[in-house]
């Protein structure tokens, strides 16, 4: 039925921002009951849920116990009374949308209506496919309006960028220059120490970008031999090499526009770093053996952790194919400059081990202070691997310190020592002893500190409810926790 009402770039728009299709509420208020039950009988037809009423209290009571999304209002010739409703409903319910019907002729009143909120007007006496082209109308906006809202709230809830989980003032800038980047069909180099996410941001680059449908290709140039480097990007003709017993298309050619991923270029040869800039300028390669040449459509992402700066004055990396990879360059942030990511990103990996468990994990207060304190070297894929081996190790669903790596148990029991050398300074002015309801209110107050005020993320961090986290701040009597002492 709704297909019939609304079109279908809304029925596109809506199935793709995941709104349920449900129909949307009508109040029709008009003292005339011939124009009431028209227009009711007309919208039922058009899969509208209908109410009626011709009197404005009778109206009023009507939207308190239910916002309409759509109001459509007679204004009655010689009084203000229909005016004052439309305010008043464009006051208390923002989100509904206001027709108004005047009286032919009457062009002020549908301007006043206008300016007072409503969205349209009918001229009395109206078709009923006036009436049914100004719903729809009404019904695409209030429809888009809800989409927009619902995926403007997503995007406030959501944790980062598509698969990227951060939300440090270092990985917001790194989204901003990222969702334009990807619209763009530039080389793009990544900078970043290992384990910071260059693949993921590579492929996030490709997700975002206008040829998502097309292929991603990675390739690791720093694992693969150089010879297998240039057949797999450049492809080969039959004969090329012992065991070429077909012809076969590189990727720079099968990823047909999509994007070419050349992890760890800094690794590539000097042969092969000017084979690789001469197909980029001009946008087409030999194959291995052959003698013709054949184009390119691919967009090329590359990363690196070295230094190719540095690696261009050793002479270790061809300037010219700097220059044209660094084109855009994103630098990522090493884990240890963004540690306020790290309970969300310790929160992500726990979520998808407990999904891939069937058993809810939570970290210890003291293990998750020891992981905001560590400087992970490795990054991100160390975090990751640290969450995964505590899930492994750990008896029951808190993890402790004595579950994480070593390197992190050292780090941590460092940390205790100094704690329990500074506690044995302060003994002369007797055991300062914390009751658990203060235990439990500071660690709420971090939680929600570390994530910048974000509730909800706080919750899940802490293993509890958001009501139930509600309730506790109201218990301890926390209203500001990011100010309260
Ligand atoms: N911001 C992030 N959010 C969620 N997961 C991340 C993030 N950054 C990295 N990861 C995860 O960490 C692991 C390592 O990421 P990735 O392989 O992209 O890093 P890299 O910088 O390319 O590493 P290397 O230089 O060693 O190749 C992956 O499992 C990836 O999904």
């Not at 190719?308 to 002479?315: C, N, Q, R």
């Not at 990103?345 to 726990?350: E, P, S, V």
């Not at 300074?425 to 309801?437: I, K, R, V, W």
């Amino acid at each position: 039925m709704l297909a019939t009402v609304f079109d279908t770039k809304t029925m596109e728009f809506l199935s793709q921002a995941g709104e349920p299709a449900v129909p949307l509420h009508l109040l029709v208020v008009d003292s005339d009951p011939a124009v009431r039950s028209a227009c009711a009988e007309i919208a039922s037809s058009l899969g509208y849920v209908v109410e009626s009423t011709g009197d404005l209290s009778n109206a009023r009571s009507m939207l308190r116990g239910h916002a309409a999304d759509i109001l459509l209002a007679n204004l009655p010739y010689n009084s203000t009374s229909g005016l004052e409703l439309i305010s008043e409903v464009k006051l208390l319910y923002p989100q509904t949308a206001v027709i108004a019907m005047t009286a032919s002729g009457s062009v002020n009143a549908a301007v006043e209506a206008m300016r007072c909120g409503a969205s349209d007007y009918l001229t009395k006496p109206f078709a009923m496919d006036e009436l049914s082209t100004v719903l729809d109308r009404a019904a695409s906006a209030q429809l888009t309006d809800n989409a927009t809202r619902q995926l403007r709230e997503q995007l406030r809830l959501s944790q980062g960028l598509g698969a990227m989980i951060g939300r440090s003032g270092e990985m917001e800038k790194l989204y901003r220059i990222l969702s334009k980047v990807a619209q763009s069909s530039h080389p793009v180099l990544i900078l970043g120490e290992s384990g910071t996410g260059k693949e993921l941001v590579a492929r996030t680059i490709h997700a975002y970008g206008l040829n998502a449908q097309k292929p991603f290709l990675p390739v690791d140039c720093g694992s693969i031999v150089p010879t297998l480097i240039e057949s797999e990007l450049f492809g080969y003709v039959k004969g090329a090499f012992t065991g070429a017993n077909r012809s076969k298309d590189g990727l720079l050619v099968s990823a047909e526009g999509g994007t070419v991923f050349l992890d760890e270029i800094g690794e590539l040869s000097l042969d092969l770093q000017a084979k690789l800039l001469r197909a980029l300028q001009e946008r087409e390669v030999r194959p291995v053996g052959a003698t013709h040449r054949v184009p390119i459509k691919a967009r090329i992402v590359a990363a690196t952790n070295r230094n190719l700066a540095e690696m261009v004055e050793k002479g270790q990396f061809r300037k010219d194919l700097f220059y044209r990879l660094n084109v855009v360059n994103l630098k990522l942030p090493s884990l240890r400059d963004r540690r306020e990511d790290i309970p969300l990103l310790a929160a992500h990996f726990l979520d998808r081990i407990s999904r891939e468990h069937g058993r809810k994990f939570t970290l210890s207060d003291e293990a998750l202070r020891t992981m905001m304190r560590y400087d992970w070297p490795g990054n991100v894929r160390e975090l990751e691997h640290a969450v995964e081996r505590a899930c492994t190790m750990s008896s029951g669903p808190i993890l402790h310190l004595g579950d994480l790596p070593t390197q992190l148990q050292n780090h941590g029991l460092e940390s205790r020592r100094a704690t329990t050398a500074g506690d044995d300074a302060n003994e002369s002015a007797g055991p300062q002893l914390m009751t658990l309801a203060d235990m439990e209110k500071q660690a709420i107050l971090s939680a929600i500190r570390t994530l910048n005020g974000d509730k909800l993320q706080a919750a899940r961090l802490l293993g509890i409810g958001k009501t139930t986290l509600y309730r506790k701040l109201k218990e301890y009597g926390i209203a500001d926790p990011l100010n309260d002492e």
